[in-house]
């Protein structure tokens, strides 16, 4: 388990390209037959990547968080943006198909995770916060969320937004995750832009194609930084950064939100000339 400090809005200001993409940015989550997780000091989120191939993948506990198991203190969000597969919580099987999401709260023990074909297998996004309270676990199929349209294609926007663990849907402590999907001949996402004190917030940009590329806006509104992304890979931001970025195509990023309180619309808006 990898482990990433805070960072104060000041240090940005003299951070190097690879010192932003060294604090911030995770490169590399999906590895055939492994597991990769980050511990990152932000509202101690843990990020994660479980890519299981022919033989299912066990999460446990870790010395990093002194628990015996892994949701000892803690509840996590899990979407599957591979192939086909099965996550079994306790003895109990979910199956999961692309872009399908499981919560899975408090004192859950046993967590395997498994693919349907090694060839095409699942690739399991885990984001996971510090829990109170135990809350059942539950499963949401991408397909059965219509989701809700905004924006427009004139303004390079038009995206279809479906908010699976929030306040109105999956019940949780304080994880809140969601996915936005920009259609054709879209590339902006949130903007203009927010920060929310209150969270921290992590990006996980997919459906972008090898060659594309994810430009990724962080830092001080008065005074911005990029992060070069590209496919299936992730961005920490900070509660004091802003969060938003263009891509060279469309895409689909899976939001996760961990902190003070589940108010999908607890933001502060960044207008348009406040942004340098």
């Known amino acids: ?36 997780l980050v511990y990152t000091m932000e509202d101690r ?5 479980i890519t299981p191939t022919s033989e299912a993948i ?7 968080i002194k628990a015996d198991y892994f949701l000892e203190r803690r509840e996590a969000g899990i979407f599957n943006v591979g192939g086909s597969g099965t996550i079994i919580v306790d003895g109990e099987p979910f199956a999961m198909e692309n872009k399908d999401c499981l919560y899975v709260g408090l004192g859950k023990k046993e967590l395997l995770f498994t693919s349907e074909s090694s060839e095409s297998p699942a690739k399991y996004y885990l984001f996971s916060a510090p829990a109170h309270k135990e809350y059942p676990t539950q499963h949401v199929a991408f397909k059965d969320i219509e989701g809700e ?4 294609l004139e303004s390079a926007n038009d995206r279809v937004i479906r908010r699976m663990i929030h306040n109105e849907g999956i019940q949780s402590c304080q994880v809140v995750m969601g996915m936005t999907q920009l259609n054709t001949g879209s590339v902006w996402n949130s903007m203009p832009t927010h920060t929310h004190s209150r969270r921290m917030e992590v990006y996980l940009y997919i459906d972008l194609e090898e060659k594309a590329r994810m430009f990724h806006m962080m830092g001080d509104p008065s005074e911005t930084r990029h992060i070069v992304m590209k496919n299936e890979q992730a961005v920490i931001s900070p509660p004091w950064s802003i969060h938003c970025g263009s891509a060279t195509s469309n895409y689909t990023f899976i939001w996760a939100m961990a902190g003070e309180n589940k108010t999908y619309n607890d933001m502060d808006a960044v207008s348009m000339d406040q942004i340098r």
Not at 45 to 49: E, F, M
Not at 58 to 64: F, M, N, Q, R
């Open 58 to 64: 066990s999460l446990k506990g870790y010395d990093e």
């Open 1 to 36: 388990m990898e482990i990433r400090y805070s960072t104060h809005p000041e240090q940005i200001k003299t951070f190097t390209t690879e010192d932003i993409r060294k604090h911030y940015l995770i490169e590399e989550l999906f590895v055939p037959g492994e597991m990769k």
């Open 149 to 152: 349209r905004l924006g427009s």
């Open 45 to 49: 989120a843990i990020v994660g990547g």
